[in-house]
């Protein structure tokens, strides 16, 4: 499974690609209006960082526009996935955008029949917020599994990249589901590594290893 990173902060990226887990970036307009930066600028900055997709996101709503966007963002960067709304006129973008070679990962998904009509589109990803449907009292990773489902009977393969990730717990059960992505906030994914038991045992071992007095170098 692969790990993006949901940022658009330059250097809560840089920090993390230091780990060799970043395969990739999502942002969406939220994220870049928190970065308090230039959408193009930070997009172009970003691809440059991260060998895998950056999604960048249009900000329209109608067809055109959308499309106008989308190759706007396509154009900063061999590496730019624009990113699309799950809606009529973000999935005609999503066709056009593919005829072309473009990625695309559509966005805002919360039904597997929104999914099977954004693989349909010949989306590169889906985008299915599993946080804010678990939020409203839904079963967030239940939808996983009904995208997931779907996508195997019938070949389908555009990716699933799990969005809105609110825990660790997310992760691994995007994992055992078999999603093909998730991407997640900065603070999940330093919180991967964590386990308290983990932290005591070091401490004990590094503590009985001083008692030795011996050096490895
Ligand atoms: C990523 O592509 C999504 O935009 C993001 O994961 C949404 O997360 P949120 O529900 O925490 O805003």
Same mark, same amino acid.
């Given at each position: ?7 658009? %902060? /330059?250097?809560?990226?840089? @920090?993390?690609? =230091?780990? +060799?887990?970043? %395969? ?10 928190? &970065? ?38 396509? =154009? #900063? @960067? $061999? ?42 589109? +010949? =989306?590169?990803?889906?985008? $299915?917020?599993?946080?804010?449907? %678990? ?8 939808? /996983? ?5 779907? !996508?195997?009977? !019938?070949?389908?393969?555009? *990716? ?6 609110? &825990? ?11 999603? %093909? ?10 919180? #991967? !590594?964590?386990? $308290? #038991? ?5 401490? =004990?071992? /590094? &503590?009985?290893? *001083?008692?030795?007095?011996? &050096? /490895?170098?």
């Amino acid at each position: 499974m692969k790990i993006f990173l949901d940022s658009a %902060d /330059i250097g809560e990226i840089e @920090a993390h690609i =230091a780990s +060799g887990f970043v %395969d990739g970036v999502t942002t969406n307009p939220s994220l870049i209006a928190k &970065s308090g930066r230039n959408i193009l600028e930070t997009i172009a900055q970003i691809c440059e960082m991260v060998d895998g997709p950056v999604s960048a996101e249009v900000a329209a709503t109608d067809f055109e526009t959308m499309l106008k966007e989308g190759k706007k963002l396509a =154009a #900063l @960067a $061999p590496n730019v996935t624009v990113k699309v709304p799950l809606t009529e006129a973000g999935l005609r973008t999503c066709r056009v955008l593919r005829e072309a070679g473009t990625q695309v990962n559509v966005t805002l998904c919360f039904t597997a029949g929104q999914a099977l009509l954004a693989a349909k589109a +010949g =989306a590169t990803f889906i985008s $299915p917020f599993v946080g804010r449907l %678990d939020d409203i009292g839904h079963d967030g990773m239940g939808l /996983i599994e009904e995208i997931c489902t779907i !996508y195997d009977q !019938y070949d389908m393969t555009t *990716e699933v990249l799990v969005a809105s990730v609110r &825990s660790t717990q997310h992760v691994v059960d995007a994992a055992m589901l078999g999603a %093909d992505v998730v991407t997640l906030p900065p603070k999940i994914l330093t919180a #991967l !590594y964590k386990h $308290p #038991l983990t932290d005591k045992g070091l401490a =004990a071992f /590094i &503590s009985d290893w *001083e008692g030795t007095g011996q &050096s /490895i170098l």
